[in-house]
């Protein structure tokens, strides 16, 4: 939750960082990768938010939060 308000606070930096940590700790967590390609698509790195959000969608199918993000990537990143 509190990459979340880092994202909305124009500090994407420090909730990339902050995601990375948790995402060592529990590679599963699915709403961490969500987070995470949001930041990314913030920092206009597409296909890291790519990577992220794919693997948030394979751990989670059912959200379709990700499929969004994956379409703001594959869009940012020109892979229409």
């Known amino acids: 939750l509190e990459a979340q308000f880092l994202i909305y606070a124009g500090r994407s930096d420090e909730a990339i960082a902050r995601l990375r940590n948790v995402l060592e700790l529990d590679p599963e967590y699915w ?44 869009v940012g990143a020109g892979r229409e």
């Open 31 to 74: 709403f961490a990768h969500q987070f995470l390609a949001s930041a990314l698509i913030e920092k206009r790195d597409f296909e890291g938010a790519l990577s992220a959000a794919g693997r948030g969608r394979s751990i989670y199918p059912e959200n379709t939060r990700n499929v969004s993000f994956m379409i703001f990537a594959l």
